[in-house]
Structure formats: structure tokens, C-alpha cells
């Protein structure tokens, strides 16, 4: 068996990077591959034992990892960074980018499934520095067939990848789309966030006609009186999207009354988002295979729930590694000294009670500002991230000022996605931000990365942070 290495050393200094980024490199080989959606379910052991069988590995830009028409012995887990699968054409024609990898994906698995030396069929390439696990075949594979369970939810999620290469970094968006919202416990806000995802995204959508509908289930019943309008099957709400009030039909489990609210809500509304208590995952579990996304929600008292429903929904053959998004709502003063959890995605602080009904003054800034970003992600646009240090200072004594880099950055995001935001993250750097859309995303990200390591160079920094949708890449 493969011997380990003692660390997992990265190739660059990475000094001036914050904390929380350096918290995820850093994070060690057995925290990493329990994230992997692959490993997910594995027994302890298991999961100890390729722990242990796993080398760690860092590439600098530009640098191959697997090389065409030659032998590859080893299944790769990319800790972070973006790698590049090209095939080399015909004589005389270039080479074709096949497929993007970033964060948590896997390269490197045909050879699972030769029964001789494997011959590698396209180029794998670091596209920023890369750091990544990798795992001898034969290693993997003798220890995944003491595991049948396991073995056959690797064979299905390979089999997935084998399906659909694709060419982009992101994929096209879906032309209708579901969106779950589901609250860990009674009171934590699901009317609020659903509602105000709803007008966000149909803020977001500004198409022709009203593109977004939001319903509740099992209590749809309460809307009128909620958004204080005359009882009415469907309600034209004042922020662009509508309400609908389904008439249940008691007689039916609930999976076949949602199936049956989502088949009519799909023939007249692109973008359907339904609230329903999390409790009743179990009920409805055959509908994640009509979902795009779904929202947890959860007080910070209750965020152990959250995260083991999470558990349970990437369980499911349906949903993909960027299907949940999780949201920590202080919706009682009591929760003020709770600390933020660090797995949240977004975080929602206490609010004054909110009048849902008010187009104008009805809904707090802080919460239509957290509400966009959600919006922008259900809505297939994507964050883009770059995080600048708030001061550099040289081995010589020496402070970089910081302030032309990051108004040149500003200029690269405004330019590549038509926005651009600057906001601080404690004392330790500044982050700018952009949404874009996934067209965008897709033709001009290298063009961004190329700027930040230009940008690099000018302030002297060994390593820069961006992420793309939560994934983190080292320029």
C-alpha cells in the first residue's frame, strides 16, 4: 500500500491570506475527504484508511498532472484550484478542452475500470495552483471491494461524470426550475426568506411577465392573511413574483399533492419556490428529483439539525454538490451571542418584525441584500470572490498600499460581469465581489484569474485568494 505523507504542505508561502482561507487549505487529509461527495456514507474506518493511502500533491500553473498516451495509475481529489482536461485533435488541428474541474471533483477514475495499465486519453492541466489528493488505482479499488454499498455509489457517480463532460466551467442553467425552502424548527423564518428570495428573484429575472410563484406546504392556507390580501387561489404581490394557495386534498400523501402543486405551478411559472418544514424530508424525498436547489434554514441554536438533513439530502441521487445552500437565521434576540456557524453560507442577524406585505418599507435592507446574493445563485449567476490583504508588509520593512490594486480589480470585475462590490473582512483584507451570469462566468473567467495573478505580481504577494461559487482557487 501506498505510504502516506506526513503533511500536506502547499507549494507557496502563504502569507497575507486570511485566516478562513488559510483554515480550508490547511484543513487535514481525513476533514477534506469527508467533504468529498464521493466518501459521503463511508464507514469510520473506511474513510480512516484512505486517509491514510492518499499523497498529497501541489502543481503551479501551467503545469501538467496527467499527460496524454502515457500510464496513469492514480484517481485524483482537488483540494483546491482548476484543472483543465484537453485531447489532443487530429494532426494539424489543436487541441479541445473537454471539461473544467475545480473543489471537491475527482480526475483521474478511468483507470478504476481497466483491467490492465491504464493509458490516460486527454491531458490534465493546472489552470491556477492546484492542490489535490491522489490515490493509487489499486489501492482504492481493493479497499472499496470490502465495501459493496460504497463501491456501487462510486461506480453511480462515476458513471454520472462518464455521461456528461462538458466544456464549461458552470452549467447552463435549467429552462424551469424548483426551489425548496426548509426550516429546521417552527418560527425560524421560512415565510420571510421564501418571500423575499421570491421578490428577489424576480427583481433578478425582470422578464416579460411574472416568472416567479411562492407557495407554502403543508399550510399554504396562511398566506392571505400573512401578506394581508383577500383569500384568492393566486395574488399578484407588489415586489413582481405571485402567491399561490394550494387547495391540499387531504386524501393524497404528501409527496403526490406536491407533485401535483409543482406540475401546475411548472405549466405557468418558470421558477416555483415552495417553504416546507424540514421535518417532512422524508415524505416528500421522491420530489428532489423535480428540485434545482434547495435552501436550509436554521437558527444558530438548531444548526446540528440543519447540518444532518444536509447529510441526508446529499445522500440522494438527485441533488448535486452545489445543490444546498444554508442560511443561519438570528430570528430572536436571544441568538445575538451565538457565534456565526462557520459552515453557514449566509447568515441573517435579528431584525425588527417586518411587515412582508410592504413593497416599500417592509422588508430591512440587511435582509434584501442577503436575499439577492441567494437569488443570484438560484438564478444560475455566480459569485465571484478576490480577497486583497488590507496592508502587505515586505521582509524589508516596506507597506504596500493596496488601493490602486483593488480599484484596478474593481475595473476587471465591472468590465467582465457588469458589477462589483468592495466590503471588508475584519481587519485582515478587503473583498471584492461580482454576480455573474453563467454565460459570462463561462467565457471570461480565465480572463479574471489572468488579472489577479498580473495584480499578484504588482503588490508583491506569493498567493492571492478567489473563489468561484464557494470553490476555492489560489492564483
Not at 502563504?14 to 467533504?35: C, D, H, K, N
Not at 489535490?132 to 453511480?156: C, G, K, Q, W
Not at 461524470?161 to 452549467?171: A, I, Q, S
Request: glycine fraction near 6%; charge should be negative.
Amino acid at each position: 500500500m501506498t505510504q502516506p505523507e506526513a503533511s500536506a504542505p502547499h507549494a507557496n508561502n502563504l502569507a497575507g491570506l486570511p485566516a478562513s482561507i488559510l483554515a480550508r487549505i490547511q484543513t487535514s487529509t481525513r476533514e477534506f475527504l469527508e467533504r468529498v461527495p464521493l466518501f459521503r456514507g463511508l464507514p469510520e474506518d473506511q474513510l480512516e484508511l484512505i486517509a491514510r493511502m492518499s499523497q498529497a500533491q501541489s502543481f503551479r500553473r501551467g503545469e501538467p498532472i496527467i499527460n496524454q498516451g502515457e500510464p496513469n495509475r492514480h484517481i485524483y481529489f482537488i483540494k483546491d484550484g482548476i484543472v483543465g482536461v484537453t485531447v489532443a485533435g487530429e494532426e494539424g488541428e489543436e487541441e479541445r478542452v473537454v471539461s473544467y474541474f475545480h473543489q471537491n471533483h475527482i480526475f483521474g477514475e478511468f483507470g478504476l475500470f481497466a483491467s490492465e495499465e491504464h493509458i490516460a486519453t486527454a491531458t490534465v492541466t493546472a489552470l491556477s495552483e492546484v492542490n489535490l489528493l491522489r490515490i493509487a488505482h489499486a489501492d482504492f479499488t481493493s479497499t472499496l471491494n470490502d465495501y459493496h454499498p460504497a463501491a456501487m455509489e462510486v461506480a453511480r457517480v462515476l458513471t454520472e461524470r462518464l455521461k456528461g463532460p462538458t466544456d464549461r466551467l458552470v452549467p447552463l442553467p435549467q429552462e424551469r426550475n424548483v426551489f425548496l425552502v426548509m426550516g429546521q424548527n417552527k418560527g425560524v423564518g421560512m415565510t420571510t426568506v421564501g418571500s423575499t428570495l421570491s421578490a428577489a428573484l424576480a427583481k433578478q429575472l425582470d422578464g416579460d411577465g411574472r416568472e416567479v410563484v411562492y407557495t407554502e406546504y403543508p399550510d399554504g392556507n396562511k398566506l392571505p392573511a400573512t401578506f394581508n390580501y383577500a383569500e384568492t387561489e393566486f395574488y399578484e404581490h407588489p415586489e413582481g413574483f405571485d402567491i399561490f394557495v394550494p387547495r391540499g386534498m387531504p386524501r393524497l400523501a404528501a409527496v403526490v399533492n406536491l407533485e401535483l402543486i409543482i406540475e401546475r405551478l411548472q405549466k405557468r411559472y418558470k421558477n416555483v419556490i415552495i417553504s416546507l418544514p424540514a421535518k417532512l424530508l422524508y415524505d416528500v424525498a421522491d420530489i428532489l428529483k423535480l428540485v434545482s436547489k434547495i435552501v436550509l434554514v436554521a437558527s444558530p441554536a438548531r444548526w446540528d439539525s440543519l447540518l444532518e438533513t444536509a447529510e441526508i439530502l446529499y445522500a440522494s441521487p438527485y441533488l448535486k454538490e452545489d445543490s444546498i445552500l444554508s442560511v443561519a437565521n438570528y430570528c430572536l434576540p436571544d441568538y445575538t451571542n451565538y457565534p456565526k456557524p462557520a459552515q453557514a453560507d449566509f447568515v441573517i442577524p435579528f431584525l425588527v418584525a417586518m411587515d412582508l406585505a410592504n413593497k416599500q418599507d417592509g422588508i430591512p435592507e440587511q435582509l434584501r441584500t442577503v436575499a439577492g446574493v441567494m437569488a443570484g445563485r438560484l438564478a444560475s449567476q455566480n459569485e465571484v470572490l478576490i480577497y486583497m490583504p488590507a496592508t502587505i508588509n515586505l521582509p524589508n520593512g516596506e507597506q504596500i498600499n493596496t488601493s490602486p490594486a483593488l480599484e484596478k480589480l474593481q475595473w476587471v470585475l465591472k468590465d467582465a460581469f457588469g458589477n462589483a462590490s468592495l466590503s471588508k473582512l475584519g481587519d485582515e483584507a478587503h473583498i471584492l465581489s461580482s454576480l455573474a451570469s453563467v454565460n459570462d462566468l463561462n467565457e471570461k473567467w480565465r480572463h479574471v484569474l489572468q488579472q489577479v495573478q498580473n495584480i499578484k505580481s504588482a503588490v508583491r504577494q506569493e498567493v492571492l485568494a478567489v473563489e468561484i461559487n464557494r470553490n476555492l482557487v489560489l492564483v
